[in-house]
């Protein structure tokens, strides 16, 4: 015999907007850090532009450092120089604190 379908105010109960299921799943599983580590990640072109990107080897966090390895030396030190704005943008970018340190390689 068939089960009578659930009706649809029933249905409309359980129904959640996906935001807020993927948030819970990130949630349930704990990945919201390495989430945000991979958001800097992407974000470095656009945070930085397309002249710093083009100049950049790679970019990875590693305990709540970043690290850049980088082509061009005056570049690498002008970056150096202003660290701290860096700092500021990407975890701006991502809204909250993610990022403790950058490290340029």
Same mark, same amino acid.
């Given at each position: 015999?068939?089960?009578?379908?659930?009706?649809?105010?029933?249905?409309?109960?359980?129904?959640?907007?996906? /935001?807020?299921?993927?948030?819970?799943?990130?949630?349930? #599983?704990?990945?919201? @850090? !390495? +989430?945000?580590?991979?958001?800097?990640? $992407?974000?470095?072109?656009?945070?930085?532009? /397309?002249?710093?990107?083009?100049?950049?080897?790679?970019? #990875?966090?590693?305990? @709540? !450092? +970043?690290?850049?390895?980088?082509?061009? $030396?005056?570049?690498?030190?002008?970056?150096?120089?202003?660290?701290?704005?860096?700092?500021?943008?990407?975890?701006?970018?991502? @809204?909250?604190?993610?990022?403790t340190e950058v490290i340029f390689l």
């Amino acid at each position: 015999m068939k089960k009578p379908l659930p009706s649809a105010s029933s249905r409309r109960a359980d129904i959640i907007p996906l /935001k807020e299921g993927l948030e819970a799943l990130v949630r349930a #599983y704990r990945l919201q @850090g !390495k +989430l945000d580590e991979v958001t800097i990640v $992407a974000s470095w072109e656009r945070v930085m532009g /397309k002249a710093v990107a083009q100049k950049t080897k790679e970019v #990875y966090v590693s305990k @709540g !450092k +970043l690290f850049v390895r980088l082509t061009s $030396a005056p570049l690498k030190h002008e970056l150096v120089m202003a660290k701290t704005r860096v700092l500021e943008l990407l975890n701006t970018e991502v @809204g909250s604190q993610v990022v403790t340190e950058v490290i340029f390689l």
